[in-house]
């Protein structure tokens, strides 16, 4: 296993410019982003000195190093970040970020390397607050597209849904014909599965842990409040594809309206639990013009009952590709 080495006393303590090695690859670190239970170290490879390597290949120019923050909870971050790394291995798939290589460090233990992206949908949203929504839909069909291969293949769900959690990376093939366009030169990516809930049993004994509750077992109450189906607030309640869809929705709905729905007045799992939100959703979409065709998929995805939201995440792409027209409509009917 290759060691990733530094001078510092742990990654957290690591600062701007510090050299890192990658086995016998020099980097320098060029970012930092901290999320709720981990840490993500940005390295620019040092080519003056970096010798030619099959693993410099395997890494490239650019990589991120995320490891778990240091916490004494019953349900450590430690033992999540291990966990997925093990569910994270085998997802291989364009639409889902890569382990590149998990590395073993001096003071933190493994660690995982995987390709820099250049941002996320959170940042996109940021800078446009929302997007059409012919690029909604370009967004939501490669987000789907690895969710299904997770699940299909590894009967694995995310349960942790969210902007931030979508990146973005170049691919050759869209930037030849989409130079400078801010959503499809890229393609878009999952990322973060430290709270997936694991439906295959073989993958299940691999990654189970010590809980006091058998909802800890699955994860099934832990994720963004903002972003979890109602269900999942429920005791004893086990996730499923829906729960991963009534996110989607949400992000879908995200993209479009420029917010999530819910009321300054209120917490929001009591609006999430009392089913308030859903209303407002409504509201809102027939407030802001949404195509009636593509109102009713969101609302179809985020309704309160999971057994009346989608089935599968192919009955949605099929759905979705009702609503696909060509550039220049969609762009008279809607945003433009």
């Given at each position: 296993?290759?060691?990733?080495?530094?001078?510092?006393?742990s990654?957290?303590?690591?600062?701007?410019?510090?050299e890192?090695?990658?086995?016998?690859?020099?980097?320098?670190v060029r970012?930092?982003?901290r999320?709720?239970?981990?840490?993500?170290?940005?390295?620019?490879?040092?080519?003056e000195r970096?010798?030619f390597?099959?693993?410099?290949?395997?890494?490239?120019?650019?990589v991120a190093?995320?490891?778990a923050?240091?916490s004494?909870?019953?349900?450590?971050?430690?033992?999540?970040?291990?966990?997925?790394?093990?569910?994270?291995a085998?997802?291989?798939h364009?639409n889902i970020?890569r382990?590149?290589?998990?590395?073993?460090t001096r003071s933190?233990?493994?660690?995982?390397?995987?390709?820099?992206?250049m941002?996320?949908l959170?940042?996109?949203?940021?800078?446009?607050?929302?997007v059409?929504?012919?690029?909604a839909?370009?967004?939501?069909?490669?987000?789907?597209?690895?969710?299904?291969?997770?699940?299909?293949e590894?009967?694995v769900?995310?349960?942790?849904?969210?902007?931030?959690?979508?990146?973005?990376?170049?691919?050759?093939?869209?930037?030849?014909?989409n130079?400078?366009?801010?959503?499809?030169?890229?393609?878009?990516?999952?990322?973060?599965?430290g709270?997936?809930?694991i439906?295959?049993?073989?993958?299940?004994?691999?990654?189970?842990m010590?809980?006091?509750?058998?909802?800890?077992?699955?994860?099934?109450n832990?994720?963004?409040?903002?972003?979890m189906?109602?269900?999942?607030?429920?005791?004893?309640t086990?996730?499923?594809?829906g729960?991963?869809?009534?996110?989607v929705?949400?992000?879908?709905?995200?993209?479009?309206?420029g917010?999530?729905p819910?009321?300054?007045?209120?917490s929001?799992?009591e609006?999430?639990?009392?089913?308030?939100?859903?209303?407002?959703a409504?509201m809102?979409?027939s407030?802001?013009?949404?195509p009636?065709?593509?109102?009713e998929i969101?609302l179809?995805?985020?309704?309160?009952?999971?057994?009346?939201r989608?089935?599968?995440y192919?009955?949605?792409?099929?759905?979705?590709e009702q609503?696909?027209r060509?550039?220049?409509?969609?762009?008279?009917?809607?945003?433009s």
């Open positions: 296993m290759t060691e990733l080495s530094f001078a510092a006393n990654l957290s303590e690591l600062q701007y410019n510090d890192v090695w990658i086995g016998d690859t020099p980097y320098f970012q930092f982003r999320g709720g239970m981990g840490l993500v170290v940005f390295l620019r490879r040092d080519d970096a010798p390597s099959t693993r410099a290949l395997l890494h490239g120019p650019n190093i995320k490891t923050l240091r004494d909870d019953d349900l450590s971050t430690s033992d999540l970040f291990q966990r997925e790394l093990t569910v994270w085998g997802l291989d364009p970020i382990l590149n290589e998990v590395l073993t933190d233990g493994m660690v995982a390397a995987m390709d820099w992206c941002g996320s959170r940042q996109l949203l940021d800078d446009h607050m929302s059409s929504l012919e690029d839909l370009f967004i939501i069909r490669d987000l789907v597209n690895g969710l299904h291969f997770a699940f299909k590894h009967g769900l995310h349960l942790d849904l969210k902007p931030e959690n979508i990146l973005n990376q170049y691919v050759l093939s869209r930037m030849s014909s130079e400078d366009d801010p959503v499809r030169q890229f393609a878009w990516k999952v990322s973060d599965w709270l997936a809930s439906k295959n049993a073989a993958l299940a004994n691999l990654t189970s010590p809980a006091k509750n058998n909802e800890f077992v699955t994860l099934n832990l994720g963004t409040v903002s972003y189906a109602p269900e999942r607030f429920v005791y004893g086990r996730s499923s594809v729960s991963d869809l009534f996110a929705g949400l992000v879908l709905y995200e993209m479009l309206i917010g999530l819910y009321q300054a007045n209120s929001v799992i609006q999430i639990c009392s089913h308030s939100y859903f209303s407002v409504k809102m979409l407030q802001e013009r949404v009636k065709l593509m109102a969101i179809h995805l985020i309704t309160p009952n999971p057994n009346e989608c089935s599968s192919p009955e949605l792409l099929k759905r979705l609503v696909q060509p550039r220049s409509l969609l762009s008279r009917l809607f945003k």
